[in-house]
């Protein structure tokens, strides 16, 4: 079948297996970098978040032969596993002086987000675009986001200014960045990046260059902490050199101090080859490599 006949027998199975009263749909997501995936929402009476569960992997697994009823016990888990037992309180994004407190940023690419963002709330920063978001974080460890958008700002009688300042001291506390040796943590991340898997090999030779992952705590759109203040300027000074920054993915970046071998034209190549051929578009930052003087204190194309 395809996929719009297995999303509609997933939903009439799925169905009777959920109280009655669970509105269960389909809806396009706008996802990052102009696509959109087809997600399920499953509604539970009185509760006002709903987990968003995206298709496109179970239908992989179903053309891979897993039988359709299997694949709506594995959606019920991962369902329970994450919903919310309660309603949230709708204030803390409503009421802006609930809301700033949850406010984030992110980066995303500019070009390709270009038809977007005249909605959305933006600063243009070199070829990125930083965005805002209202985070919650969730009983079970998760967090949940909420994208500003430019009607929130008349909700909340506020500005793109005001949620800068707030969003600008808000992400560096609430979610901490750390910096480690692609060494160490170059396989945690290649369960959720298969973008670094390629680098492995030539990291673990003797002359591989000194690579080193800069992202949050929970490694997910996590190279805005390259804009966190001080810290590119606090990690070259510790290693004595000036910085190439290549964006991985939107969940992290690479720091690679200079004195290598590796030609400019060929780290631009690196980084354009695994966007095109690894990564997927939704997770895509730039084909760009920027670069960190210490001199300038500046980041720079």
């Known amino acids: 079948m395809n996929f719009q006949q297995f999303s509609e027998e997933l939903i009439r199975q799925l169905t009777p297996m959920f109280p009655e009263g669970t509105q269960i749909q389909m809806q396009m ?21 709903s987990p968003t569960i995206y298709l496109e992997d179970y239908y992989t697994l179903y053309k891979e ?37 949850h406010l984030v940023y992110q980066l995303v690419n500019y070009d390709k987000n270009v038809e977007r963002l005249p909605d959305i709330p933006h600063i243009r920063y070199l070829d990125l675009a930083v965005i805002f978001c209202c985070m919650l974080r ?19 009688n506020t500005d793109l200014a005001t949620i800068k300042k707030q969003a ?3 992400t560096p506390r609430l979610l901490p960045a750390y910096i480690q040796p692609i060494t160490d943590a170059i396989r ?29 705590e929970t490694q997910i759109c996590g190279a805005a902490c390259m804009l966190y203040p001080s810290l590119l300027a606090e990690f070259s000074d510790s290693v004595g050199k000036d910085l190439y920054i290549l964006p991985s ?34 997770q ?5 490599v920027y670069f960190y003087s210490r001199e300038k204190k500046a980041l720079i194309l």
């Open 188 to 216: 945690d991340l290649m369960e959720s990046n298969e973008a670094l898997e390629r680098l492995l090999p030539l990291l673990e030779k003797d002359a591989a260059p000194p690579l080193y992952v800069l992202t949050n």
């Open 168 to 170: 600008f001291g808000n």
């Open 29 to 49: 997501i706008p996802k990052n970098n102009g696509v959109f995936l087809e997600a399920l929402i499953i509604r539970e009476p009185d509760i006002n978040i």
């Open 249 to 282: 993915s939107i969940h992290e970046v690479l720091l690679l101090p200079t004195g290598t071998r590796c030609a400019d034209e060929e780290l631009r190549a690196l980084v354009q080859s695994v966007n095109r051929e690894q990564l997927p578009l939704t």
């Open 65 to 101: 032969g897993t039988a359709l009823d299997e694949i709506c016990h594995i959606i019920c888990d991962v369902f329970l596993e994450v919903r919310l037992n309660h309603p949230v309180d709708p204030r803390f994004f409503t009421d802006f002086e609930q809301a700033k407190n």
């Open 284 to 288: 895509q930052l730039s084909d760009t």
């Open 138 to 156: 969730l009983e079970n460890g998760e967090t949940a986001t909420i994208l500003v958008r430019n009607e929130h700002l008349g909700l909340w």
